[in-house]
């Protein structure tokens, strides 16, 4: 029997299944004058009352007849997504959406899987028919993977073969029925690692260093940063830094460079460290280089001192002359 609302003019009413003083449950419900119905419910939905008391309660607008199937009965209990993947590290993964149900609603069950919130499913699966792969995911399943041995949850998963970057993103499973839907969302990170990773300076005056940090190859885009130190107490970013992305079919590439002062160092040897990550996941890499700062009254004493070394050596341009 479907539960029906309908509005109730000022009626004191005791909550369902309760009883009045004298042990005697009230059954009759007045309508208001118009006879209006407010509309019908699966469940408790929808129903506004002022409870006054214990045990009893006034409802001022609306009283619920409740229906004798239950409410939410289908309900997804687990989604079961690998956070993260490393790209073509796998031959299969599996994406499991596990639901409990009623047998009422065994006759009109649908399991869906959408990605990144598109409208389409990229999957479907109809018990008693075969399942179907759509858009990003058509050949990329192993359509006869069972999950269970229910006929009713048996295709309710996703094997998805030799998982690659494109399918990073969020899979939505839905379970729906004449009678309820649930629908439950997770992202999936497909990585790619970096092919190479360089740090590297050069000096751009007498008295400033340029450093660079490059990175390549990566998916998704990463995140490339620049510190001065040695040690993660003492270190600090390198908020001057210039970063420049480029992304291609081979993943994404990634520069960062800095210019800086000798003066403003710390330290006569400084240690520049790039740290390479990818959010999300526990994939970093790092590369460091150490820079000596020069001083510049012994650096400029040391070219002159180069200068007339080569020029008493140079041999004198009359030199086997008669």
């Known amino acids: 029997m479907e539960a029906e609302i309908i509005a109730v003019a000022g009626v004191d009413v005791p909550v369902m299944g309760d009883e009045n003083e004298k042990g005697i449950k009230r059954k009759e419900v007045k309508r208001p004058l118009d006879n209006t119905r407010v509309g019908k419910a699966p469940g408790m939905d929808g129903v506004r009352a002022d409870v006054k008391g214990r045990g009893r309660s006034t409802i ?33 993964v599996i994406l499991d959406c596990i639901y409990s149900y009623e047998p009422h609603d065994q006759g009109s069950l649908v399991v869906k899987w959408f990605w990144n919130h598109e409208p389409e499913a990229v999957y479907q699966w109809i018990p008693g028919k075969k399942p179907e792969a759509i858009g990003i995911l058509r050949g990329r399943l192993n359509l006869e993977y069972s999950a269970s041995k229910d006929k009713y949850s048996q295709h309710r ?28 969302s997770k992202r999936m990170i497909v990585y790619a690692p970096a092919t190479r ?22 998916y998704p885009k990463p995140l490339l940063r620049l510190y001065e130190g040695a040690t993660k107490q ?31 160092l710390k330290q006569q040897e400084t240690i520049f460290e790039c740290v390479l990550s990818i959010l999300e996941t526990e994939y970093q890499v790092r590369r460091n280089i150490i820079y000596f700062k020069r001083d ?23 030199e086997g002359k008669e």
Do not use: W
């Open 60 to 92: 001022s607008s609306l009283v619920l007849i409740p229906s004798s199937t239950g409410c939410n009965a289908l309900h997804i209990t687990d989604l079961d997504v690998p956070k993260v993947i490393q790209n073509g590290s796998r031959s299969s």
């Open 157 to 184: 998963a996703l094997e998805i073969l030799y998982p690659t970057t494109e399918l990073t993103g969020f899979y939505t499973c839905s379970v729906s029925s004449f009678h309820d839907e649930e629908f439950e």
């Open 197 to 218: 990773v360089n740090v590297s300076y050069h000096k751009t005056t007498p008295s400033t260093v340029n450093v660079t940090c490059d990175a390549h190859g990566m």
């Open 234 to 264: 003492s270190r600090s970013l390198v908020k001057e830094a210039h970063e420049e992305v480029i992304e291609a079919e081979d993943g994404f590439s990634v520069y960062l460079q800095a210019q800086m002062e000798d003066r403003v």
């Open 296 to 318: 510049e009254k012994n650096y400029n004493e040391f070219l002159l001192m180069m200068l007339m070394i080569i020029f008493t050596n140079a041999p004198d341009s009359h």
